[in-house]
């Protein structure tokens, strides 16, 4: 699913539209990628490693999706500078939280991304990690194909 990361005036129609529909699929943890446009942190790739609160409480990591990810992309991606004044992905969050009480998630911001063959090997990455994360937890994938990814 791709949302824009405006405002909640701008944008809140539109992410309810879009979390609505998301809600049709079995799901307990989200990987949710913003943009980092505020350029803060050092990492073009970046994960946050600690639970987010929300105004509907706080919303806990996947601890097992964030080591997969971590272990696959490397340690040097934890930055939690980068996601400090970022709401790309912290406007998600109130929406999942409403209609997954329980869903984890794990956050990942991209920024100074520029080169497009990094753009993509970074994609691969994931694509590995949430594969391998399946399998290590056993996730039944209900999938159509190998390339949708919810």
């Not at 999706?65 to 406007?91: C, K, M, P």
């Amino acid at each position: 699913m791709l949302v824009p990361h405006g405002a909640y005036c701008d944008s809140g129609p539109l992410y309810a539209q879009a979390y609505y529909w998301i809600n049709s699929f079995v799901f307990d943890t989200a990987l949710i990628i913003g943009t980092n446009h505020c350029g803060m942190g050092s990492s073009d790739v970046s994960f946050s490693p600690d639970n987010w609160q929300t105004p509907l409480g706080v919303m806990d990591i996947d601890v097992d999706l964030f080591n997969t990810l971590i272990s696959v992309l490397g340690i040097q991606t934890i930055d939690r500078e980068a996601h400090r004044t970022e709401h790309s992905i912290e406007n998600q969050l109130p929406f999942l939280k409403h209609l997954r009480p329980t869903a984890k998630f794990v956050a990942l911001s991209f920024s100074r991304l520029n080169d497009l063959n990094k753009g993509y090997q970074v994609c691969e990455q994931i694509k590995k990690a949430i594969n391998l994360y399946r399998q290590q937890t056993g996730i039944d994938d209900n999938c159509e194909d190998d390339n949708q990814i919810l």
